[in-house]
C-alpha cells in the first residue's frame, strides 16, 4: 500500500469532514437541510452542479468506455452535455420559480393531489437507486485496486462516509463537498490531458493515428459501430441521455439551493462551461489509457473498464499522479452519492411523510428526523443493492436512470409548465407508465439477458432488443400523459394560468 495514496485520501476525507462539521452547525431547519436555505450564489451552485453530474459514470465509466470502445464510448459524453441545453431552455427556471424543496412540489403546484406527489416521489426513489448503485460500484472498484481490501468493504467505507456528510450537514455540506470536488476534478483532467498530449508534443492528430494501431479495434476504433452495433439502440441510448439530466432529482433539486430563477439560470451556465470542458478532456484519458495502459490491463483491474483513468494516470505520473487522480476520483463519488442520498431522503421525508401521511403539519423536529432516517435508509438500501453489481459498467448502470428521468419525470414537467389541459389524471399516468415501462423493457433487454455467460446479468435470450428502452419508454411517458389527459374531464384552466405567472416571472401572489 504506498503512503502517498493513503496521505492523500486521509487528507480528501478529512477536508470533507471539516466542511461538514462546519455546515452541521448552520443547519438549523428543514429548509437549510434541503437547500442550504437559498443562499448559494451562480457561480457556486454552478460548481456544485458539475461536481453533482460529473460522476464516477463520466470520470471512471467514460474513460473506461472511450478506451474499450473508442468513439461508441463518447456517445456517453456528447449526450451528457447537450442535456443541458434542455435544462437551460425548457426547465431551470419554471423549475425554481414553482418548487420549495422536491420535484414533487413543482408538479403539486399545479395539481394538489397526495396520489400526484406519491407517484412523483417513487420515481425519484427509483432513479436515486440507479443512480446510487452506479457511484457505489465505482467505489468498491476504486479502493478494492488502491488497497487491496474486498469490495464489499470498500462499498461500506463509502457509504459510510456519504451518510455522515447528508445526516449532519445536509445540503449546506453536500454543496461544498460538491464544489471542493469540481475543482479538484477540473484540475486532475488538465493535468492528465496535458501529459497524454506532451507525449505527442501536442499533435492532436498524430495521437489519433497513433491509437488507431493500438487496440484490437484498428481503424474501427475511431468510427461507432463497436459496441453499439445497433442504429435503432444509439439512437434510444443518446435519447435517454439528452433527455433524462432534465429529470435527474438530484440535479433538479439543485435550482432550490439559489435565491431566483436569473440566479439558477447563470448557475446552468457556470455548469454547462465546466462539465463542457470536461468532456472534452475525457477524450484524451480514453485514448491515453488504450495507448498506456492497454485494453487487457484495463479489463484485468476491472471488467467493466472502469479503472482506466486512475491506471493511466499511474502509467504516465508515476505513484503521486496515481494517487492524486484516485484521490479525486473518491472525491466526485462521495460528492455525488450525499446529492443521491439527500435527494432520495428528500422524497421520502418531505413527500411521503410530511406531506402525505402528516398532511403538511409535521413539526420542524419531526421533518428533521425524518430526513435523517430517510437518508439513512437510503444508504443502507443503496449499498446492498450495490453488492451484487460489481462487474457492471458504471456508466451504463446511470444511463438506466436517465431512461427513467426522461420517461416518467421530464413529460410530468413539460406538460405541467407548457400544457393547457393537462390534469391530475394525466400526471400520474405519465409518472407510472414512463417508470414501469423502463423498468420491464430494461429487465427484458440484451443489458439484463444475454446468451454469452457473463456479458450480462443472467444467461438467456432477451425478449426485448435494445440495450436502453428511452426509444419506446420516453414516447410512452409522454402518450400516456396526453391519453390520461383528454380521457378525463378535468380541467383547471384557472390553477395553470395562475402556475403560468409563477413560472415565468416567480410571483406568488
Given at each position: 500500500?504506498?503512503?502517498?495514496?493513503?496521505?492523500?485520501?486521509?487528507?480528501?476525507?478529512?477536508?470533507?469532514?471539516?466542511?461538514?462539521?462546519?455546515?452541521?452547525?448552520?443547519?438549523?431547519?428543514?429548509?437549510?437541510?434541503?437547500?442550504?436555505?437559498?443562499?448559494?450564489?451562480?457561480?457556486?451552485?454552478?460548481?456544485?452542479?458539475?461536481?453533482?453530474?460529473?460522476?464516477?459514470?463520466?470520470?471512471?465509466?467514460?474513460?473506461?468506455?472511450?478506451?474499450?470502445?473508442?468513439?461508441?464510448?463518447f456517445f456517453y459524453s456528447i449526450g451528457f452535455l447537450i442535456a443541458y441545453l434542455v435544462v437551460l431552455l425548457l426547465v431551470a427556471e419554471p423549475l425554481r420559480n414553482l418548487g420549495k424543496y422536491t420535484l414533487a412540489d413543482m408538479i403539486n403546484s399545479r395539481f394538489d393531489a397526495k396520489k400526484v406527489r406519491g407517484a412523483a416521489a417513487l420515481s425519484t426513489i427509483t432513479i436515486v437507486l440507479f443512480y446510487m448503485i452506479a457511484q457505489l460500484v465505482g467505489a468498491g472498484a476504486l479502493i478494492q485496486l488502491l488497497f487491496d481490501i474486498p469490495y464489499w468493504v470498500a462499498v461500506l467505507i463509502v457509504g459510510v462516509m456519504m451518510t455522515i456528510y447528508v445526516l449532519f450537514g445536509g445540503m449546506i455540506a453536500t454543496s461544498w463537498v460538491q464544489i471542493v470536488k469540481a475543482v479538484l476534478l477540473m484540475a486532475g483532467m488538465v493535468i492528465v490531458?496535458?501529459?497524454?498530449?506532451?507525449?505527442?508534443?501536442?499533435?492532436?492528430?498524430?495521437?489519433?493515428?497513433?491509437?488507431?494501431?493500438?487496440?484490437?479495434?484498428?481503424?474501427?476504433?475511431?468510427?461507432?459501430?463497436?459496441?453499439?452495433?445497433?442504429?435503432?439502440?444509439?439512437?434510444?441510448?443518446?435519447?435517454?441521455?439528452?433527455?433524462?439530466?432534465?429529470?435527474?432529482?438530484?440535479?433538479?433539486?439543485?435550482?432550490?439551493?439559489?435565491?431566483?430563477?436569473?440566479?439558477?439560470?447563470?448557475?446552468?451556465?457556470?455548469?454547462?462551461?465546466?462539465?463542457?470542458?470536461?468532456?472534452?478532456?475525457?477524450?484524451?484519458?480514453?485514448?491515453?489509457?488504450?495507448?498506456?495502459?492497454?485494453?487487457?490491463?484495463?479489463?484485468?483491474?476491472?471488467?467493466?473498464?472502469?479503472?482506466?483513468?486512475?491506471?493511466?494516470?499511474?502509467?504516465?505520473?508515476?505513484?503521486?499522479?496515481?494517487?492524486?487522480?484516485?484521490?479525486?476520483?473518491?472525491?466526485t463519488i462521495l460528492a455525488v452519492v450525499a446529492g443521491l442520498v439527500l435527494s432520495g431522503a428528500s422524497a421520502f421525508a418531505h413527500d411521503i411523510y410530511g406531506e402525505i401521511i402528516k398532511k403538511g403539519k409535521a413539526t420542524e423536529r419531526q421533518q428533521m428526523l425524518a430526513a435523517r432516517y430517510a437518508a439513512l435508509g437510503v444508504s443502507v438500501f443503496s449499498i446492498v443493492l450495490s453488492l451484487g453489481a460489481q462487474y457492471l459498467n458504471v456508466a451504463f448502470l446511470v444511463s438506466l436512470a436517465f431512461c427513467i428521468a426522461a420517461s416518467a419525470n421530464l413529460p410530468v414537467i413539460l406538460y405541467t409548465v407548457y400544457w393547457k389541459r393537462f390534469n391530475t389524471n394525466g400526471a400520474i399516468w405519465a409518472l407510472l407508465t414512463g417508470l414501469f415501462s423502463a423498468l420491464i423493457l430494461v429487465s427484458m433487454s440484451p443489458s439484463v439477458f444475454s446468451p454469452v455467460e457473463g456479458a450480462a446479468l443472467f444467461v438467456g435470450n432477451p425478449i426485448f432488443p435494445l440495450d436502453n428502452p428511452a426509444l419506446v419508454s420516453v414516447p410512452l411517458g409522454f402518450l400516456a400523459g396526453y391519453l390520461g389527459t383528454v380521457f378525463s374531464k378535468e380541467y383547471d384552466f384557472q390553477r395553470y394560468a395562475e402556475v403560468k405567472v409563477r413560472a415565468n416571472t416567480g410571483y406568488r401572489g
Open positions: 500500500m504506498d503512503p502517498i495514496v493513503v496521505i492523500l485520501f486521509v487528507a480528501i476525507v478529512a477536508l470533507t469532514l471539516v466542511i461538514t462539521y462546519y455546515a452541521a452547525k448552520q443547519t438549523k431547519s428543514t429548509g437549510d437541510f434541503y437547500t442550504a436555505g437559498g443562499g448559494l450564489t451562480g457561480w457556486q451552485n454552478g460548481l456544485a452542479i458539475a461536481g453533482d453530474y460529473l460522476s464516477a459514470a463520466s470520470f471512471l465509466g467514460i474513460a473506461g468506455a472511450i478506451a474499450l470502445n473508442g468513439f461508441d464510448g490531458s496535458f501529459m497524454v498530449l506532451w507525449k505527442f508534443n501536442f499533435n492532436i492528430g498524430a495521437m489519433f493515428t497513433e491509437v488507431k494501431q493500438a487496440t484490437s479495434h484498428g481503424e474501427n476504433f475511431l468510427n461507432p459501430g463497436i459496441k453499439y452495433t445497433n442504429p435503432l439502440g444509439t439512437i434510444s441510448l443518446m435519447l435517454a441521455l439528452v433527455l433524462g439530466t432534465a429529470g435527474l432529482p438530484h440535479i433538479l433539486m439543485r435550482f432550490f439551493t439559489v435565491k431566483d430563477a436569473k440566479t439558477a439560470r447563470s448557475s446552468v451556465i457556470t455548469a454547462t462551461w465546466t462539465i463542457g470542458i470536461f468532456y472534452i478532456l475525457i477524450v484524451f484519458l480514453g485514448f491515453g489509457a488504450a495507448l498506456y495502459v492497454g485494453e487487457s490491463e484495463i479489463l484485468a483491474a476491472n471488467p467493466g473498464g472502469n479503472m482506466a483513468a486512475p491506471l493511466l494516470a499511474e502509467a504516465i505520473g508515476g505513484n503521486i499522479l496515481f494517487a492524486f487522480i484516485s484521490a479525486v476520483a473518491f472525491a
